[in-house]
Structures are given as C-alpha cells and as structure tokens.
Antibody, heavy 116, light 110 residues
Framework: QVQLVESGGSVVQPGRSLRLSCAASGFIFNNYIMHWVRQAPGKGLEWVALIWYDGTIIHYLDSVEGRFTISRDNSQNKFYLQMNSLRAEDTALYYC?????????WGQGTMVTVSS | QAGLTQPPSVSKGLRQTATLTCTGTNSNLGTQGAAWLQQHQGHPPKLLSYTNNNRPSGISERFSASKSGNTASLTITGLQPEDEADYYCSAWDTSLRAWVFGGGTKLTVL
C-alpha cells in the first residue's frame, strides 16, 4: 500500500537550518510529482513546494523561495526539503504528499518549531 | 500568495445535505479543476474529489463536487456524525505557478 513517512522535524532557533525527508513506498515513485504542504498550529493548509518526476521542474511558495530547496532521489524513493534561514512563521506541521490529479496520499507529518 | 475563499463554518442537521463553496479567480478555479479534502482533527487530509468530480477509490457517493465559473462546490448528502470535519478546496494557479488552498470550512453536524 502507498506510504509516505516524513522525518527531520525539530525545534530550531530562528535563522537556523533543517532538512526534512519523505520516504515513499508502495508505488512507482518516479511516476509522480511530489509536494510539501504545511499547516501551522490551528490554521489551514498551505502549499510549500513541488518537484516533478525527474526533478526538472520545481515551484515554491513565494515566502519560502530562496530559503527552501526541494529535491528528490528517485533511486532511494525519497524526497527532501532543505529549509534555511528559518523564521517563526515557518512553524508548522510539514506534510509530504503525492500528486495524482490532486494530493491523493499524505504522510502523517513532521513538526517544525522555530523559536528562540 | 492569494488563496481560495471558503466560509469558515457551516452547520447542518443529521441526514441533511450540506453544500460547501469555494471561490477563486480566473487563474485558478476559472481554468483549473478543483480538489476537495477532508481533515479530521489530528489527522492528515484525505482527498475526496479532484478535477471537479472524480472520486478516489473508497470515497462515498455521498460526496459530490461541481464547478461553475470561478466557484467550486462540494455537496455532502445524508450527513453523518463522522462527516464533522474541516474541508479544504485546492487548485493549481496558473499565474502564481503554485497550488492554492482555501482557508477551510468547519462542518458541524448537529
């Protein structure tokens, strides 16, 4: 069955970096566009970034462009979100999601807290 | 980035019908399909419908979606207690080159 498992969330100080990972299984990973979507505590969903099947096309939320980098390793069935210059407003539960017309499978999320 | 607009809350009675709305612009709902997701407290979202009214396997026929112009709708018939959740719409925005979400509608089943 399809599984997405996020890891790497933590409590970090403003300005520091963090790398999130998402391990995929149960499907042909390089056939799908993959996404990161976040949800701040008590708030709604906010799309963060996407990466195409082969990594050739990438798009970001304006507020993370230049600070976050999405990447994937199709040989390992994993993709990543490198987050630099973290801000308090980046505090959220970060989900990885698969796109199949829309976001059809989600992980359980990994929590990122940016606080001094 | 501008998102989609949803009413914050809707309340309906058991076994009634609820229609949730989502308003966008020409660059998203006007030209792209809408997706609807359901999220129960403490759980990840679940896809209910995409590209206007395609339901993933296992999603009840009680959930149906439609779109007219820049507005998408999700209709839930025969409301059950387990339908009480937050509902989000989403679409690709061709101008922003980004996915946008609505702020979510909290559905209460009385």
């Amino acid at each position: 069955q399809v599984q997405l498992v996020e890891s790497g969330g933590s409590v970090v100080q403003p300005g520091r970096s963090l790398r999130l990972s998402c391990a995929a299984s149960g499907f042909i990973f390089n056939n799908y566009i993959m996404h990161w979507v976040r949800q701040a505590p008590g708030k709604g969903l906010e799309w963060v970034a996407l990466i195409w099947y082969d990594g050739t096309i990438i798009h970001y939320l304006d507020s993370v462009e230049g600070r976050f980098t999405i990447s994937r390793d199709n040989s390992q069935n994993k993709f990543y979100l490198q987050m630099n210059s973290l801000r308090a407003e980046d505090t959220a539960l970060y989900y990885c999601a698969r796109e199949n017309g829309a976001f059809d499978f989600w992980g359980q999320g990994t929590m990122v807290t940016v606080s001094s | 980035q501008a998102g989609l607009t949803q009413p914050p809350s809707v309340s309906k009675g058991l076994r009634q019908t609820a229609t949730l709305t989502c308003t966008g612009t020409n660059s998203n709902l006007g030209t792209q399909g809408a997706a609807w997701l359901q999220q129960h407290q403490g759980h990840p979202p679940k896809l209910l419908s995409y590209t206007n009214n395609n339901r993933p396997s296992g999603i009840s026929e009680r959930f149906s979606a439609s779109k007219s112009g820049n507005t998408a709708s999700l209709t839930i018939t025969g409301l059950q207690p387990e339908d009480e959740a937050d509902y989000y719409c989403s679409a690709w925005d061709t101008s922003l080159r980004a996915w946008v979400f609505g702020g979510g509608t909290k559905l209460t089943v009385l």
